[in-house]
């Protein structure tokens, strides 16, 4: 095992930047976690590393393990439905299914007991959701953003269905698959919550780490997901994924697009410069960092709302309406949004808007991104939000009531105008030194084939900064 692996996989290569400086020092930390609390794993790139640290690195990764292996579950669940309503049993501490010869065990804990066959199709429902947004953050889509996405996946012509951290999804398709013998739509659940392979086979779930790329199931489970990606007889194939917002959009856009390669890997038919179709669950703010990696992406107007989010909630008006959007590489008249909802077509755009969106003939676009109606600022040479204000002291719009911030600071990087971090040369510059020095070390290296490639991440070094005094905006209107 290689010594810069964590319980959740692989660790990412990070870069520290601060301000006006070139390069950073170089660390490995937990792809999944970005709170230190959940995952204390941290090691400097050219830090040596122990022979009695790495092997209590491994005891720890050890101990870290499930309980029990996917086929063991497997068959444990086959045990499971053979018994009695009444012997039935679920382990709420330990999220698990109980046989009668573990109750003793579990006697002190709190358990649901008669746990009948519809519980047991509906596991995201019997399951405690993990809600830490910076890991898990499992938030399950509400029934309506749910049917929406089956009935506009079975619309477009789709019958294979790669649901990437989206379990909710998955388990309906599971559920109309077992009772409609017509229904022919099939879906495989890449997941890192583990707990689901309580309720599903090797063919129909995989243990995924969707920040790395990493199948903890080793090359089997990568070979289950890449013959589900071959169509066969045919079938489309589109990838759902519903990542937590507050993960790297750098570290997902990777991984992703290795799944992408992994579908061009067994595509037959000559479309070498097609894109496997995705649908990618995210807020409308993270637009730009999206379409940085994936410009053939564009944002649709409808409202993904979620059961267990107290915000993301459908019917909501003006600031509190779900911010949740579907970024698609499709072509946008594609997809299809609900008129009994007050989406419409915009013969203009060529695409479905949301009833608060306006086009803008000025930006030739209908330009809202959180369902109310924007206005044109004629200064800016763009729409803002109905909030918003142009101020004079900062040169662009903003809410009436903020802190003039006006900095002659550029680049976080650099410290020069004109760009961002980004897109910095310096940046550019130091990552293409980083990979040739790093393969430079890995063709000296013993165990190169053994290596495992990562993305550099930029991690900013915050540092504590004395309150400036508010400067009071001058507003046009």
Known sequence: MCGDVCPSGPA???????????????????????????????????????????????EYNRSHQPSFTHRQNVERYKDFVLLPLSKRRFCQECQQLLLPAEWE????HQFLCDISTAQLKSPSQLLC??????????????????????????????????????PRLHEMIQSKASQEED???????????????????????????????????????????????????????????????????????SSFKKLMAMWKETERRGHNNQEMPMFWIFPYFFESRILEFFPSFSMMDYQVDYDNHALYKHGKTGRRQSPVRIFTNLTPSMVVLP??????????????ISSGNQHCEICNSCTSKDGRRWKHCVLCKKCVKPSWFHCNNCNSCALQNHTCEKTDAG????????HKRSTCPSLSRTRRACKADKKAKAENSEESKYAVKR???????????????KKRPDFAC
């Not at 680049?411 to 105008?417: D, E, N, T």
């Open 339 to 352: 008129v009994e909802e007050g989406y419409r077509f915009c013969t203009i755009c060529q695409r479905y």
């Open 105 to 108: 065990k579990h006697s002190d």
């Open 129 to 166: 959701p993990l809600e830490n947004k910076k890991t898990n953050a499992q938030y399950l889509f509400a029934d309506r953003s749910c049917q929406f996405l089956l009935d506009l996946i079975i619309d477009l012509g789709f019958r294979q269905v790669l649901s990437v951290g989206t």
């Open 411 to 418: 680049c976080f990087v650099c410290g020069k105008a004109g």
């Open 183 to 253: 229904f022919r739509v099939r879906s495989l659940l890449l997941d890192i919550d583990f707990r689901y392979s309580q309720f599903y086979t090797e063919d129909e779930f995989c243990h995924y780490n969707m920040f790395n790329d990493y199948f903890f199931g080793g090359e089997a489970a990568r070979e289950t997901c890449r013959k589900f990606l071959y169509r066969d007889n045919g079938e489309r194939v589109i990838m759902v994924t519903d990542p937590p917002f507050g993960g790297l959009v750098e570290a997902l856009a």
């Open 12 to 58: 990412l290569l990070f870069v520290k930047t601060s301000q006006g400086k070139e390069e950073g020092r170089r660390f490995y930390a937990c792809s999944a976690c970005r709170d230190r609390k959940d995952c204390n794993f941290f090691q400097w790139e050219d830090e040596k590393v122990s022979e009695t640290r790495l092997a209590a690195r491994e």
């Open 455 to 469: 993305p550099i991440f930029s991690r900013k070094k915050v540092k504590n900064k004395k309150k400036k005094k």
